[in-house]
């Protein structure tokens, strides 16, 4: 059961540009979202939360929102760096040992 | 300090051998857990711990994988007479989390990325 859905497997941005990675949910007892960030042969490094009380929770370049009732989050990325060419993942939980993954998006950001 | 650390980083296995991944979690972490993830999708759950207990193992596949953490530092996953259907990255994580809620982070090793020919 996929109850976290990437469903862009990949998206190219230019640099200097906004990215916009999105993830949808299934789960209306989730009340913890992550997002991770992954480079090749790398495991997956956090990168920022937000708690379901929360509707936004911005850390530098990095936005997260959150729309509960649209079950729906969203990572920004402003402005877009080529460093920041990586797979990202979604990652939702109502637990400690109960968090589920999407399949991720590859974001490549073009100098 | 440092991360999270497992080894090997990579294993071959021939169908039918036992292999046994490790894990090293961050100094102090009570949790620890451990994911699998195939390729093209993001990491599974498999087992967690919180110190030496091991309180969740809903996630493993079968009865040939067995995770412990005796001690309630390094952990070791292992896979006993492997099948082709078990090569993918196990990946570790570790968090501070005792509560049991959902609000902590966890911190994930590189993973072991293992192939069974």
């Known amino acids: 059961d996929q109850q976290v859905k990437q469903n862009s497997p990949s998206l190219s941005v230019q640099e200097g540009r906004i990215s916009i990675l999105n993830c949808d949910y299934t789960n209306s007892m989730f009340d913890y979202f992550l997002w991770y960030k992954k480079y090749p042969a790398e495991g997956p490094t956090f990168l920022i939360s937000?708690?379901?009380?929360?509707d936004k929770n911005e850390d530098g370049r990095f936005t997260v929102f959150l729309n509960k009732s649209a079950k729906h989050l969203s990572l920004h990325i402003v402005p877009s760096q080529p460093g920041d060419s990586a797979v990202y993942f979604c990652?939702?939980?109502?637990?400690?040992?109960?968090?589920?993954f999407g399949a991720g998006t590859r974001l490549t950001v073009k100098p | 300090g440092a991360g999270v650390s497992q080894s090997p980083r990579y294993k071959v296995a021939k169908r039918g051998q036992d292999v046994a991944l490790r894990c090293d979690p961050i100094s102090g972490h009570v949790s620890l857990f451990w994911y699998q993830q195939a390729l093209g999708q993001g990491p599974e759950f498999l087992t967690y711990?919180?110190?030496?207990?091991?309180?969740?193992k809903s996630g493993l596949p079968s009865d040939r994988f067995f995770a412990e953490r005796p001690e309630g530092s390094v952990s070791t996953l292992k896979i006993q007479r492997t099948q082709q259907e078990d090569s993918a990255v196990y990946l570790c994580?570790?968090?501070?989390?005792?509560?049991?809620?959902?609000?902590?982070?966890?911190?994930f090793g590189p993973g072991t990325r293992l192939t069974v020919l």
């Open positions: 990652a939702a939980s109502s637990r400690i040992n109960d968090m589920r």
């Open positions: 937000i708690s379901s009380i929360k």
């Open positions: 711990f919180q110190n030496e207990a091991q309180l969740d």
């Open positions: 994580a570790s968090s501070r989390e005792t509560s049991g809620g959902a609000g902590d982070t966890q911190y």
